[in-house]
């Protein structure tokens, strides 16, 4: 299990910003929309939100909600695109390499 938990620390950010290209969100929906896929715990996205903010590739604002207290949203900057593009370029060779070892393997195996 702790396997599993270490390498999706390492596809939430890809996801995260990958959910702010379009359009800001707030951590809740972030959490709800990945965990559609992804199973997280409760929780699990904020650190990786707060190093986002710090580190330059979201920024944060506060929004009136009709439905109780603001909320923080965030939002992909100029940087986090550029971070964005370079992650889905390292997740797509990664994934190849994987399934060419996959793949690889199988037919040694016939």
């Known amino acids: 299990m702790g396997k599993t938990n270490q390498f999706k620390k390492g596809v939430l950010e890809l996801c995260v910003l990958y959910l702010l290209q379009n ?3 707030y951590g809740y929906e972030l959490t709800q929309k990945v ?4 199973s997280l715990t409760e929780g699990a996205l904020y ?7 710090k580190e ?3 920024e ?10 603001a909320r923080k ?4 900057t100029s940087e986090g695109r550029e971070y ?8 797509t060779i990664f994934v190849k390499n994987v399934s060419l070892i996959k793949m ?3 037919n040694e195996e016939d």
């Open 23 to 25: 359009r800001d969100r």
């Open 35 to 38: 965990d559609k896929y992804i």
């Open 47 to 53: 650190p990786i939100l707060r190093r986002l903010v």
């Open 56 to 58: 330059g590739y979201c």
């Open 60 to 69: 944060t604002y506060l929004k009136e909600s009709s439905n109780g207290p």
């Open 73 to 76: 949203y965030y939002k992909i």
């Open 84 to 91: 964005l593009t370079d992650l889905e370029s390292e997740w």
């Open 104 to 106: 690889e393997e199988d």
